[in-house]
């Protein structure tokens, strides 16, 4: 590759050399040196600096010391060129503040949770490190701790991160696939959440509870609507909505056909107790 090459290369990750990259990102406006080796089986990735300060004879030479540094085994902790860099910490207040108002949210209690999940559980992980440079298996140190212990958190965890880094690939600071993604990704990493754990269900109330609780229920119109459900086995919602009921004098409640699967399309009717016609 000539210098001349370097501020016209499209976006994309392009090899100059063994362990050295140029990275050009957001159609050209950001161009960085990139050194990547193997050190006793570790992959190392460093930032070397901006190719509009270093030129590729600058960048190798300090990839060669960089290099000999590493193999040597001493730190490559020293403060390098970043310029161009984009630090997880930096950009994923920004991609939530694009998703609130693309989504147009109206509770505030969204915004907090999507803050509260990323910086308590993602942050003290992936803060530091270059949103280009986040690999899956970042991701996974995050979302395994908390996989089968805080299932659903991890879940909503594991989609805002997707859409963090959607938000990175469409400004062009990142070019490699997303981490975060579940579809042929993280799938075949991690157990689906729906069987992590099994679904608990409620206790069903003993006769004498459900019969101590009537007199509290009757004092309101959401409890008379609760009552009505458990004596006539239905939903809430069809509790709610009366009008899918029909209750004659007579007490008999007969539920069009129609309003659920019911055989050969026929209405089906049933005879209500007298406490049951006395909540209508």
């Known amino acids: 590759?000539?210098?001349?090459?370097v501020m016209t290369l499209p976006d994309?990750?392009?090899?100059?050399?063994?362990?050295?990259?140029?990275r050009v990102r957001e159609g050209g406006k950001f161009r960085n040196w990139v050194l990547k080796i193997q050190v006793k089986g570790k992959s190392i990735q460093k930032m070397i600096g901006s190719a509009r300060k270093l030129s590729i004879l600058q960048a190798k030479e300090q990839a060669k010391i960089l290099r000999g540094k590493a193999l040597s085994g001493q730190s490559l902790s020293e403060k390098v060129e970043q310029e161009d860099s984009h630090l997880f910490k930096d950009i994923y207040a920004q991609a939530i503040e694009t998703r609130q108002k693309v989504g147009q949210w109206k509770n505030d209690k969204t915004l907090h949770q999507w803050h509260m999940t990323i910086e308590t559980y993602a942050l003290p992980k992936l803060g530091k490190k270059d949103v280009?440079?986040?690999?899956?298996?970042?991701?996974?140190?995050?979302?395994?701790?908390?996989?089968?212990?805080?299932?659903?958190?991890?879940?909503?965890?594991?989609?805002?991160?997707?859409?963090?880094?959607?938000?990175?690939?469409?400004?062009?600071?990142?070019?490699?696939?997303?981490?975060?993604?579940?579809r042929a990704g993280l799938e075949f990493d991690l157990p689906s959440p729906q069987r992590v754990r099994e679904v608990v269900h409620h206790e069903a109330p003993t006769l004498e509870e459900l019969q101590n609780a009537v007199p509290r229920l009757?004092?309101?119109?959401?409890?008379?609507?609760i009552l009505f459900g458990i004596l006539t086995g239905r939903h809430n919602a069809q509790a709610a909505a009366r009008r899918l009921f029909c209750c004659s004098e007579t007490g008999n409640e007969k539920i069009p056909a129609g309003t659920r699967i019911l055989p050969h399309g026929r209405d089906m009717q049933s005879s209500l107790s007298g406490k049951r016609t006395r909540l209508n």
Request: glycine fraction near 6%; charge should be positive; aromatic fraction near 8%.
């Open 12 to 22: 994309g990750l392009h090899r100059i050399e063994p362990g050295l990259y140029l």
């Open 218 to 225: 009757m004092n309101s119109i959401s409890g008379k609507m």
């Open 132 to 182: 280009a440079d986040i690999t899956r298996d970042d991701v996974l140190s995050v979302l395994v701790p908390l996989w089968q212990t805080k299932t659903q958190t991890a879940k909503k965890l594991r989609q805002r991160l997707e859409v963090v880094f959607d938000f990175c690939l469409r400004r062009g600071w990142r070019t490699a696939e997303n981490p975060a993604r579940w």
């Open 1 to 5: 590759m000539k210098q001349s090459d």
